[in-house]
Structures are given as structure tokens and as C-alpha cells.
């Protein structure tokens, strides 16, 4: 059974940086594509970032793209998302998830992944 566990949240201040990590077990997490995805209060889940199974494909959406960055550490199966010049815009619960189908690219649609994390909370005071 998959399992994926994020940390990392806190709150911070505009223009703070935070590191997200989410912890994967289960299966081999090597051959899977991972991304994150955020949900404000009243909103929609959104894409933030994917990494696909090899780490050498990322993708990201265009409102963090230059302050975020995704990677992965195979042999600890744990992504990454690095956080810099953080705006209050950016407040939100932040999901992991992992692709279903082994050795798949970076999708940005949420509903191609088929495991979540219970969400990590980001709060950016102005």
C-alpha cells in the first residue's frame, strides 16, 4: 500500500523560504513520477510541480516557476519542493502525489496521479 507523507509546513513571512518533503513507501519509488499540487481555502486544487521517475524532467507552473523547484532523492524515496521568495498568494495546503503507472512523464492534471499525501499547511504572512 502506498503511503506518502509530507512535512515541512510552517509559517513564514513574505519573502521567507520553506523546504516540503513527502516521504513515499510502499512500492519502488524509483519508478515513478511525482508531483505537488496546492489548495487555498475556497479554491481548487492546483498543479504546483512534477518531477518525473529519473529526476531530468521537471515541470512547473507558470506562478512558481524561478522560486520553486521540485527534485527527488531516490534512495531515501522522498521528493522535494524548495520554496523561495515565498508570497502570501502562496498560502495553502500543499499535496503530494504519485503517478500510478510506473516510468510515465511530468503531468500537471491532478487526476493522472493515483496517491495523495494528507497535506502539509504553508502560511505566508504579509
Known amino acids: 500500500q502506498v503511503q506518502l507523507v509530507e512535512s515541512g509546513g510552517g509559517l513564514v513571512q513574505t519573502g521567507g523560504s520553506l523546504r516540503l518533503s513527502c516521504a513515499a513507501s510502499?512500492?519502488?519509488?524509483?519508478?515513478?513520477?511525482m508531483g505537488w499540487f496546492r489548495q487555498a481555502p475556497g479554491q481548487e486544487r492546483e498543479f504546483v510541480a512534477a518531477?518525473?521517475?529519473?529526476?531530468?524532467?521537471?515541470y512547473y507552473a507558470d506562478s512558481v516557476k524561478g522560486r520553486f523547484t521540485i527534485s527527488r532523492d531516490n534512495a531515501k524515496a522522498t521528493v522535494y519542493l524548495g520554496m523561495s521568495s515565498l508570497k502570501p498568494e502562496d498560502t495553502a495546503v500543499y499535496y503530494c502525489?504519485?503517478?500510478?503507472?510506473?516510468?510515465?512523464?511530468?503531468?500537471?492534471?491532478?487526476?493522472?496521479?493515483?496517491?495523495w499525501g494528507q497535506g502539509t499547511q504553508v502560511t505566508v504572512s504579509s
Open positions: 510502499g512500492r519502488s519509488f524509483s519508478m515513478y513520477t
Open positions: 502525489a504519485e503517478r500510478g503507472t510506473p516510468y510515465s512523464i511530468a503531468y500537471s492534471r491532478a487526476s493522472l496521479y493515483d496517491y
Open positions: 518531477i518525473d521517475w529519473s529526476g531530468s524532467c521537471t
